[in-house]
T-cell receptor, first 114, second 110 residues
Framework: DAGVIQSPRHEVTEMGQEVTLRCKPI?????LFWYRQTMMRGLELLIY????????DSGMPEDRFSAKMPNASFSTLKIQPSEPRDSAVYFC????????????FGPGTRLTVL | SQELEQSPQSLIVQEGKNLTINCTSS?????LYWYKQKYGEGLIFLMM?????EEKSHEKITAKLDEKKQQSSLHITASQPSHAGIYLC??????????FGSGTQLTVLP
């Protein structure tokens, strides 16, 4: 079984550019999470979808960040315009919602904004 | 909001030694997850604890959740270089999202 797939694995861009990160959750999972990891702040939840519907986006830092989940097998996290402080590793995780269920993480996208 | 404190922040041990990592929550834990992360990679699920007093083991790694469900420990017996990495504890929230501790960086010297 393929795990959570993220693309690209690495992204280097210049300040002001639009960045789109992509995630394919594990087939059959109905919850999807976007996290950001930095040395300063650790691992932070940005947004959480259940059955393609955003449930909690309180972790989204600013209006520059937006996330979509048009169907059960695809999600995007977009940053527009990007800033150097957005540099981080962005993880996507998925879970089969039920009782307390385990989240499975993708390999992450390392974003560098120059 | 729930906060998780991990200790120690970093740990360097000689191969073969035992070690323990602790995770303390500011609130009652309804689900406590342990993950391992290697540099540049995603998080690998290790174990999940839910019941007070619960203990689970996988190979040489044992995790426990105390009776009051506010603290968990991860114990590695006879550590190996393959155990090196960052260990993170995560607590399940009401909306099933996870709040993570800051992580413990483990180095195992051969």
């Amino acid at each position: 079984d393929a795990g959570v797939i993220q693309s690209p694995r690495h992204e280097v861009t210049e300040m002001g550019q639009e960045v789109t990160l992509r995630c394919k959750p594990i087939s059959g999972h109905n919850s999807l999470f976007w996290y950001r990891q930095t040395m300063m702040r650790g691992l932070e939840l940005l947004i959480y979808f259940n059955n393609n519907v955003p449930i909690d986006d309180s972790g989204m830092p600013e209006d520059r960040f937006s996330a979509k989940m048009p169907n059960a097998s695809f999600s995007t996290l977009k940053i527009q315009p990007s800033e150097p402080r957005d540099s981080a590793v962005y993880f996507c995780a998925s879970r089969l919602s039920g009782s307390i269920d385990t989240q499975y993480f993708g390999p992450g996208t390392r974003l560098t904004v120059l | 909001s729930q906060e998780l404190e991990q200790s120690p922040q970093s740990l360097i041990v000689q191969e073969g030694k035992n070690l323990t990592i602790n995770c303390t929550s500011s609130k009652t834990l309804y689900g406590l997850y342990w993950y391992k992360q290697k540099y540049g990679e995603g998080l690998i699920f290790l174990m999940m604890l839910q019941k007070g007093g619960e203990e689970k083991s996988h190979e040489k790694i044992t995790a426990k959740l105390d009776e009051k469900k506010q603290q968990s420990s991860l114990h590695i017996t006879a550590s190996q270089p393959s155990h090196a990495g960052i260990y993170l504890c995560g607590a399940g929230g009401l909306l099933r999202q996870l709040t993570f501790g800051s992580g413990t960086q483990l180095t195992v010297l051969p």
